[in-house]
């Protein structure tokens, strides 16, 4: 997954226009893991509308799977099986409303994912003020 070809154009499934948050910058998750948010408890039922958006990459870096898919199929997604069966659910999921006004996952959707298939119904969150996330920017 991390041996994408230089200069290939990806596709991007449309779908995939719903979790968009329409940021100007690349994050860096540990600069969003070290804004300090609340924890908060959160019904799953509130973010399980993601699970049929594609979110993750195939082989080719293309995006166009989605959770769903590969909770329907483990065998045939390995990478994303293998993220999902290892992850550490001991870490909350960061959060934030998408220019549609929905909760959406910045980190942790492998975690959401794992969370989901172990029936937990309420979650552990943190929700991202709009306001910090410019102070997630990777720098250049």
């Given amino acids: 997954m991390t041996d994408k070809k230089p200069n290939k154009e990806i596709y991007v499934d449309p779908r995939h226009e719903e979790h968009s948050f329409d940021l100007p910058f ?12 609340p924890v908060e408890e959160m019904d799953i039922s509130e973010l399980t509308w ?3 958006i594609p979110f993750w990459e195939d082989e080719d870096g ?3 799977i989605t959770p769903q898919e ?5 065998g045939k997604y390995p990478y994303h099986r293998d993220k999902t069966l290892n992850a550490d659910i001991s870490y909350p999921i960061d959060i934030m409303k998408n220019k549609k006004g929905k909760w959406l996952t910045l980190d942790g959707l492998h975690r959401l994912v794992k969370l989901h298939l172990n029936k937990v119904s ?3 969150v943190r929700k991202i003020p709009p306001e910090l996330i410019h102070l997630t920017a990777r720098d250049e």
């Fill in 50 to 52: 993601i699970f049929d």
């Fill in 122 to 124: 309420k979650i552990q």
């Fill in 70 to 74: 590969v909770m329907d199929n483990m």
């Fill in 62 to 64: 293309n995006i166009v």
């Fill in 26 to 37: 690349w994050r860096d998750n540990e600069k969003l893991w070290a804004l300090e948010v």
